[in-house]
């Protein structure tokens, strides 16, 4: 599966990866993923345990309980205080 947009001869492989989605690993052994929709003004989020659609406020997405920010290969996520991915990242592609 090919989720590196950049170059032809890159590629990001996460073995599970829902199809359309760019996987963000996180502190803590943590990791998401999110599927960008309706021309990028919804994220899809996609977690072990359940998925929801955040909308596009400003220079995040949010639903008013939850807040995804994603600055270029960057991203946190607060689904509750209790419950946040901080110091994600994009995993680096590799050369095919």
């Given at each position: 599966m090919k989720v590196w947009p950049f170059g032809a001869d890159e590629v990001a492989s996460v073995p599970g990866a829902p199809a359309n989605s760019t996987a963000y690993f996180c502190e803590k052994n943590k990791k998401f993923f999110v599927r960008m929709l309706d021309n990028g003004a919804t994220?899809?989020?996609?977690?072990?345990e359940r998925e929801?659609?955040?909308?596009?406020?400003?220079?995040?997405?949010?639903?008013?309980?939850?807040?995804?920010?994603?600055?270029?290969?960057?991203?946190?996520?607060m689904v509750t205080p209790e419950n946040t991915y901080s110091?994600?990242?994009?995993?680096?592609?590799?050369?095919k």
């Open positions: 994220a899809w989020v996609i977690l072990p929801f659609a955040l909308a596009k406020s400003g220079s995040t997405f949010t639903n008013g309980v939850s807040t995804l920010t994603i600055q270029g290969q960057e991203a946190s996520l110091a994600c990242s994009v995993p680096a592609p590799v050369k």
